[in-house]
């Protein structure tokens, strides 16, 4: 059987080599280019450190466009003023494997001087469903995403970009920026991809000491219960928070920062559980700080 180069990268995707691009200008050129080509283009952002989590997106990407196009960017200003910037897990040589691996055609890795040079001013700022939940804590977490995502997809230009439900505020956020300002990019949401054991996978998880791990599990449980519960047809909120935060408290290694459950779309708090909801938490292990949530949809 003869194999066409076309064919062979469909096939055997990971044969054929990634190129990096390392300046805005030149992935703008590169898209632009594409576009008038008529290419489509499938984007996956990233902070990098990949996992299964990040594999999954970019899998699903490479079939949903003719070009997979991943970013690797840890945003500055998505982190508070005492959160993990410096520390935040890199390993470029690993990511850019792994990313070949999966059939990435680019892999954009942006200088920070180059995505906010100076006198850089503007911030995107989805207001409502950004307050609750993460927004508590991290009150200038979200228009840091927000703003990058912007950028990222006027240069990359995409017309698909994939994104994990494990950031759920994060993906209600930029579905909403982008239906707010006529984007013409489609935001997909995907799955959250898990270790066997449960706990959602994380660039963050490698933070944590043995112990640390293992009573981070009790997160997952505590969502487990909260399934559980509904499809008993459990529909009061403080019932299900109750036991959730039962499961929590028994760790001692676990410091709760929020446990709740909320609109799926809105991300306000219910009382009642009548339509689609997210049973979201946040918990410190140590100083690493996780989030989990389970999306339920009641019929
Ligand atoms: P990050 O590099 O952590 O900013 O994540 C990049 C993308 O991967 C985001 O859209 C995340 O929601 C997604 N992601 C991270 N962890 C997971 C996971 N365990 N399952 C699915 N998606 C994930």
Redesign the pocket.
């Given at each position: 059987m003869v194999l066409y180069s076309d064919e062979v990268q469909i096939i055997y995707p990971h044969l054929k080599k990634m190129e990096i691009i390392r300046t805005v200008k030149e992935m703008r050129e590169f898209s632009s280019r594409s576009r008038q080509a008529g290419k489509t283009i499938a984007f996956?952002?990233?902070?990098?450190y990949f996992?299964e989590?990040?594999l999954?997106?970019m899998r699903e990407a490479r079939k949903r466009g003719d070009l997979l196009i991943i970013s690797l960017f840890v945003n500055p200003t998505q982190f508070g003023p005492s959160e993990d910037f410096k520390n935040y897990p890199r390993d470029f040589e690993r990511d850019r494997k792994m990313a070949e691996g999966v059939g990435g055609d680019i892999l954009f890795a942006p200088e920070a001087s180059d995505m906010y040079p100076p006198n850089h001013q503007t911030i995107v700022c989805v207001e409502k469903v950004t307050q609750n939940l993460c927004g508590r804590s991290r009150p200038t977490h979200f228009q840091g995403v927000t703003t990058v995502v912007l950028m990222l997809f006027e240069i990359v230009m995409p017309h698909v970009a994939i994104?994990?439900?494990?950031?759920y505020q994060?993906?209600v956020a930029i579905q909403q920026m982008a239906r707010d300002l006529h984007m013409s990019v489609e935001v997909l949401g995907?799955?959250?991809?898990?270790e066997v054991d449960g706990l959602?996978?994380?660039?963050r998880n490698t933070y944590l000491l043995p112990h640390e791990r293992k009573a981070a599990l009790s997160l997952y449980r505590s969502l487990q219960k909260a399934k559980e519960l509904l499809k008993q047809g459990e529909r009061k909120a403080d019932r299900i928070l109750l036991e959730m935060n039962g499961i929590l408290q028994s760790e001692p290694l676990v410091r709760i920062d929020y446990v709740q459950i909320c609109d799926a779309h809105t991300l306000e708090d219910v009382v009642r559980i009548e339509g689609d909801v997210v049973v979201a938490l946040a918990a410190y292990l140590g100083k690493t700080r996780l989030i989990d949530n389970l999306v339920y949809r009641i019929l």
């Open positions: 996956v952002p990233t902070m990098g996992h989590g990040h999954n997106l994104f994990g439900e494990k950031d994060q993906l995907m799955p959250t991809v898990r959602a996978m994380s660039s």
